[in-house]
């Protein structure tokens, strides 16, 4: 094919094509995208960034009886800028994409070749296009070892209000340290929204809370159930139901409630802020008198209570009609 016309550069994450092997007609043969960022702080994501960033697309030069499967990741990690959920890859990554060739691998003589285009992000994001050539050669027995292995049961899922819900199968016995499903499809979910997830014996049912500005609905749903530590399986659910109730496991309701010091020393803040307020100072000035009156006759701190009234009426009455237009006020501010 003619040389494309370069687009932009792949200076902050640069990638290359690897091929394993020789392409066999009717056998799956794997190519390798392996990515390294020039530098720490530049990152690339996952085939749904999430709620910003921008998956990669890939245009490979095949024979047309040639079949190019899905593109398999490794586990990506959460990274939340701004209440934005980013699904992306920190540091050398790689994409298998497997390809089943045609009647026509016989006499291919290669190369592949093709292009991508991809995301490089830090403070700022820089679009990437490379041009690519495959190569021999590769660390393919990591590479196949970093991808999210695929789960050897259907999983299930529905639309329940304004929540995704899927089961799961997964055996009770497994530790979930840092569990978190990153959903493929686009525009389904709240990425950033906190996951529930409960353990119905050997079904982990997770709950995540719909976008509210995307489709609402799916035939079809694939992810990657993340276990915590860069560790996880890639599962695929149809529409089918979901067991309730069962054991909380992480997520939402899991948040520690706060320490006991720390409600104590907020009740005590908001009942000093309670006692300077204006319309606070004619009851701590009864307490007052009637904790310095303490032990004297009933007749006499009646007659002290008459008076205060009197004074109270007198000269108070400012800071009560205060008091009283800010109740108003809060009043009217509720109504609207």
């Not at 960022?37 to 921008?54: L, V």
């Not at 196949?144 to 016995?173: C, E, H, M, N, W």
């Not at 149809?238 to 997520?251: D, M």
């Not at 309670?274 to 007052?288: D, E, G, H, Q, R």
């Amino acid at each position: 094919p003619a040389p494309r016309a370069p687009l932009f550069g792949s200076d902050r994450i640069g990638v290359v094509l690897y091929a394993e092997g020789q392409p066999v007609a009717g056998e799956e043969w794997l190519l390798a995208l392996h990515f390294t960022p020039s530098a720490p702080e530049w990152h690339g994501y996952w085939s749904n960034p999430g709620d910003a960033g921008e998956g990669m697309r890939l245009a490979l030069d095949l024979p047309p009886d040639w079949e190019v499967g899905e593109a398999r990741y490794p586990v990506p990690k959460r990274l939340v800028l701004s209440g934005l959920m980013n699904h992306i890859y920190e540091g050398p990554y790689t994409i298998l994409v497997p390809v089943v060739p045609g009647p026509s691998a016989a006499g291919f003589a290669g190369p592949v070749t093709g292009t991508v285009d991809y995301l490089a992000c830090s403070d700022i994001c820089v679009p990437q296009h490379a041009e690519l050539t495959a190569r021999a050669g590769g660390d393919f027995a990591r590479w196949r070892a970093a991808i999210a292995p695929p789960l050897d049961a259907t999983a299930r899922f529905a639309v329940q209000g304004k929540a995704l819900r899927i089961a799961i199968p997964l055996p009770a016995s497994m530790a979930l340290p840092d569990p978190h499903v990153f959903v493929a499809n686009q525009r389904l979910v709240a990425h950033a929204a906190p996951q529930t997830f409960r353990r119905v014996g050997d079904v982990l049912v997770a709950e995540i809370p719909l976008d509210d500005y995307g489709t609402g609905k799916a035939v079809a749903l694939e992810g990657i159930l993340a276990f915590g530590d860069g560790i996880g399986v890639r599962f695929a659910a149809e529409l089918g139901p979901v067991p309730s109730g069962g054991k909380p496991v992480a997520g939402a309701q899991d948040v520690p409630s706060p320490a006991l010091w720390t409600l104590i020393l907020g009740a005590l803040a908001g009942g000093l802020l309670l006692n300077i307020m204006p319309c606070v100072f004619p009851i701590l000035s009864l307490k007052a008198i009637a904790l310095a009156r303490a032990g004297e006759s009933e007749a006499k701190a009646r007659a002290e209570g008459l008076a205060y009234t009197a004074v109270s009426y007198t000269h108070l009455t400012p800071i009560g009609q205060h008091c009283r237009d800010a109740e108003w006020a809060a009043l009217a501010d509720g109504q609207k």
